[in-house]
Nanobody, 112 residues
Framework: QVQLVESGGGLVQPGGSLRLSCAGS????????MSWYRQAPGKERVFVAG????????TYADSVKGRFTISRDNAKNTVYLQMNTLKPADTAVYYC?????WGQGTQVTVSS
């Protein structure tokens, strides 16, 4: 089955960290740029970070630069998003994207 499945979301206090994972299946994962997006309540889905197929080049939204790190392990067909120094404004559903596919999303809530 061709799909993306995210995991790793949850509730964290401001200043805390989380690592999201997205596992791809049913396609040649290593051939595709992979990205993370997020959608806060009542807002549009926006780009967070992206990584090229080989993993050598990454891009980030200005709002997360220096706090989030995207990486991938093509042997495991998985892309990660390490999120540090989390803020309440980071609260959103986070989605994995690649090969014109979307995962189901994982909720990240930053609150004390």
């Amino acid at each position: 089955q061709v799909q993306l499945v995210e995991s790793g979301g949850g509730l964290v206090q401001p200043g805390g960290s989380l690592r999201l994972s997205c596992a791809g299946s049913g396609f040649i994962f290593s051939s595709y740029t992979m990205s993370w997006y997020r959608q806060a309540p009542g807002k549009e889905r926006v780009f967070v970070a992206g990584i090229l197929p080989t993993g050598g080049t990454t891009t980030y939204a200005d709002s997360v630069k220096g706090r989030f790190t995207i990486s991938r392990d093509n042997a495991k067909n998985t892309v990660y998003l390490q999120m540090n120094t989390l803020k309440p404004a980071d609260t959103a559903v986070y989605y994995c994207n690649g090969r014109a596919l979307w995962g189901q999303g994982t909720q990240v809530t930053v609150s004390s």
